[in-house]
């Protein structure tokens, strides 16, 4: 019997989505995973409340939301931090030497997967730490 198996990607892509089911957002689910150039994961991170902050979950509502703001507009009046913040924060900085990847995963709240492209923000914060950037576009 033939065996088949994943590859580093989808793999790498399966982590990032279990990482987003973390999120408190109450409106996109993203999960971040950076990964060495050994395929070892280094740092993760989803969207949610600042440390110490009340999240969307325990407040029972989005301000965003309840101000009809459109995806990717405004992010300066969201509690959130991104994904992709979080996962750099948490990384050690000796992974930010061009070698290191990281994944990005998301999906409404409802489970349908949509595009992990990093917003402008992450972007810049992705390249300043050196990583590489794989995420699905849909």
Same mark, same amino acid.
């Given at each position: 019997?033939?065996?088949?198996?994943?590859?580093?990607?989808?793999?790498?892509?399966?982590?990032?989505?279990?990482?987003?089911?973390?999120?408190?957002?109450?409106?996109?689910?993203?999960?971040?995973?950076?990964?060495?150039?050994?395929?070892?994961?280094?740092?993760?991170?989803?969207?949610?409340?600042?440390?110490? =902050?009340?999240?969307?979950?325990?407040?029972?509502? @989005?301000? &965003?939301?309840?101000? +009809?703001?459109?995806?990717?507009?405004? /992010?300066?009046?969201?509690?959130?931090?991104?994904?992709?913040?979080?996962?750099?924060?948490?990384?050690?900085?000796?992974?930010?030497?061009?070698?290191?990847?990281?994944?990005?995963?998301?999906?409404?709240?409802?489970?349908? =997967?949509?595009?992990?492209?990093?917003?402008?923000? @992450?972007? &810049?914060?992705?390249? +300043?730490?050196?990583?590489?950037?794989? /995420?699905?576009?849909?």
């Amino acid at each position: 019997m033939t065996q088949t198996r994943i590859d580093w990607d989808e793999y790498f892509y399966n982590i990032a989505r279990d990482v987003a089911m973390r999120s408190t957002c109450l409106r996109r689910k993203y999960g971040s995973v950076i990964v060495d150039k050994d395929h070892r994961i280094v740092a993760t991170g989803y969207n949610g409340a600042a440390r110490g =902050e009340l999240d969307c979950l325990q407040k029972g509502k @989005c301000w &965003r939301e309840e101000h +009809n703001i459109p995806h990717g507009q405004q /992010y300066e009046k969201c509690i959130s931090v991104h994904a992709e913040q979080n996962a750099i924060i948490n990384c050690d900085p000796k992974y930010f030497d061009g070698t290191s990847t990281i994944y990005i995963y998301g999906m409404l709240n409802d489970g349908t =997967e949509c595009s992990g492209e990093p917003c402008l923000m @992450c972007d &810049r914060m992705i390249k +300043n730490a050196r990583l590489n950037v794989k /995420y699905r576009k849909i």
